[in-house]
């Protein structure tokens, strides 16, 4: 079995329920953006959007720990602080 190349951290708590609030995701995505110089936002290559079986989803690739342990770190202690649902996948297809 290959190592985790992407962690997921899914919409759901622990227990089941649905995370709130609804924009958690984009609000989580978009704090880890910067901005052009044509002021337009530009996502972090290695965080992503996704929408799995209906839940929103923020997909981390794990060459971030190398890249940037600190922002890799942040985003994990967001998950785990919030009890989020997190799964660590080596075959995530595309969302």
């Known amino acids: 079995m290959s190592a ?3 962690v997921i951290l899914h ?3 622990q227990d089941g329920r649905k995370f709130r609030p609804s924009d958690w995701a984009e609000r989580l995505c978009g704090a880890v953006a910067s901005y052009d110089k044509n002021r ?3 996502f972090h290559p290695c965080v992503s959007l996704a929408s799995i079986n209906g839940i929103k989803c ?3 690739e794990t060459s971030l720990e ?3 342990e600190m922002l ?3 985003l994990i202690e967001f ?3 919030n009890k989020l649902k997190i799964e660590y996948d080596s075959a995530l297809e595309s969302a």
Do not use: C, M, N
Request: net charge negative; charged share 30%; proline share 5%.
């Open 72 to 74: 890799f770190e942040f």
């Open 66 to 68: 190398q890249d940037d």
């Open 40 to 42: 337009r936002i530009t």
């Open 79 to 81: 998950a785990t602080e």
């Open 58 to 60: 923020v997909v981390v």
């Open 4 to 6: 985790p190349s992407k």
């Open 11 to 13: 919409g759901l708590t």
